[in-house]
C-alpha cells in the first residue's frame, strides 16, 4: 500500500495552501491567452512548487510531499514513453513514410473532412482495443497526423480527433486503468459498467463524428495536392510500419506499454537497417568535438519540455494530496448531498475538479472512491451509475485542462513536425469534441435520470 506523507501545512491557513495552485492558475492562463507552447506551462507549475515552499511551514514535510508525488508510477511510466515514442515517431517521420502515405491518400481523395473522420473512428478503435489513450497518442500521432495535415486538414483538428478517439477508449474500454479503477472502487461488475456506460459514451462520439464533419477547416485540396506530389514516394519507407503494428500487437497482448515501445524500436532499427533506409550513423553517432549526433539523441532531447513539464504537475500534485486539499474538496462538496440529483451533482464536480487538479484520471477516482461510495449509497445512486459518473466526468474535465498530458503530449508531438504542424496545448480542448459532446451528455443525465438502470420489480401472483 502507498504510504501517505507528512501532511504539509502553510503560512496564511487555508489561503496559504491554495496559493501554489493559484500560482500555477494564473500563469497557465497567461500563458494560454498568448498561445504559449508546453514551455509556459513548465514555468508555471515550477512557479506553483516555489511559491508552495515559501508558505510551507515545515520544510522537511514539503520537500517528502514533493518526492512522494513524483514517485508515483505514473510519472515513470509516463515519462519513459514519452522519451521511448519521440525515438519511434523520429524513426517513423525521417524515413519519408508520412510523405509516401500522404501521397497515397491524396491520389485516392480521401482528403479533408473524410480522413479526419476515418482518424476519429481508427483512434477510437484502437484506444478501445489497448485500453490506453497515452499510448494511443504515441501510435497514431507520428503517422495519422502529418499525414492528416498533408491531406488538407488544420493541423488542432487532426490533434483534437486523436485526442477525442482516445479518450473514448480510455472512458468505454473494459481494460482501461479507469474503467478499471471506477468499477472497482464502486464494487460494481465491470462488465454492467462497460454495458450501461455505452449509453454515455455512443451518444458523445457519434456528436463528436459530426461535429468534425461539420465543423473541420481544410484548405484546397488542389493545393495539397500539388503540395504533397513535390515531396518523393518512398514505397520502402512503408517498412517501417513495423514499429506501428508491433507497439499495437504486444499492446494488446497487455505487455506494459514501456515494454511495447521498446520492442517497436528494436523492430524499426532493424528493418531499417537491413532495408538500407537507415545506416548505423543515422541513428547514432560521434563526430567529436564533445558532440553527439542522430535521431535518437535529437528525440530524447526534444522531450526537455514535455518531461519538465510532468515534473512541475506530479510535483505539485504530491503537495496538494499532503495538504489535505482532496479531502477538503470532497467533504465540502459531501454537504450538498441530500438527494440524487444532488448527489450525483456532487460526484460529477468533484471528480471534474480533481481530474484537473491531479492531471490523472485514475489518481482522482481512486481518491474520491470511498466518498462516492458513501454518496452513492446515501442517497440511492446505482454502484454502476457512480462507476459511469466518475470516469465519463474524468473524461471530460482531464482532457480538457491544457495542462494535462491529453493535451501537452499531442501538443509536444504536433510541433516535432516542423513550425507549420505545432498544435498550442490551449488549442486543443476547443477541438476535442468527443469530451464537449460527453459534457452535455453529463449535464443532460444529472437533470434528467438519463442512462440510470431501472430495477424490475418482482411481480408476485395473487391466488
Known sequence: MEKKPKQVEFYLGRLGRLLPLLTACIIIIWAACNQSNVNGYVVAFFAAVVVGAVFAKDDQAYGAAIIHGLSKPMFSVIVLAVILAAISGKMISSSGMVQTIASYVVSAGLTGRFFVVATFVITCLLAFATGTSVGTYFVVIPILFPVGVMAGVAPEYMIGAIVSGAAFGDNLGPISDTTIASSTTQHADLGMVVKTRTRYSIPAAVGALILFFAFTKTTDAKVVLEGVKEAAEKPVSLLMLVIPVVIITLCLMRKHLVVALSWGIVAGAVVGLISG??????????????????????????????????????????????????ESVGSLLNRFSRSRKSAETTIVVSAGILSMITGVISVAIVALGDLVNEIGEKNGV???????????????????????????????QSAQFGENFAVAPASIPLVNFYSICMLIVLIVAVFTGYGVTKRKKKISNMS
Open 382 to 412: 446505482d454502484p454502476c451509475r457512480r462507476a459511469n459518473l466518475l470516469d465519463c466526468t474524468g473524461c471530460v474535465f482531464c482532457f480538457l485542462s491544457p495542462w494535462t498530458v491529453h493535451c501537452v503530449i499531442p501538443a509536444q
Open 277 to 326: 533506409i537507415y545506416s548505423v550513423s543515422d541513428f547514432l553517432a560521434f563526430p567529436g568535438g564533445f558532440s553527439v549526433e542522430g535521431l535518437v539523441i535529437t528525440a530524447i532531447t526534444g522531450t526537455a519540455g514535455t518531461i519538465c513539464m510532468l515534473i512541475g504537475v506530479f510535483a505539485l500534485t504530491g503537495v496538494m494530496e499532503a495538504s489535505g486539499m482532496f
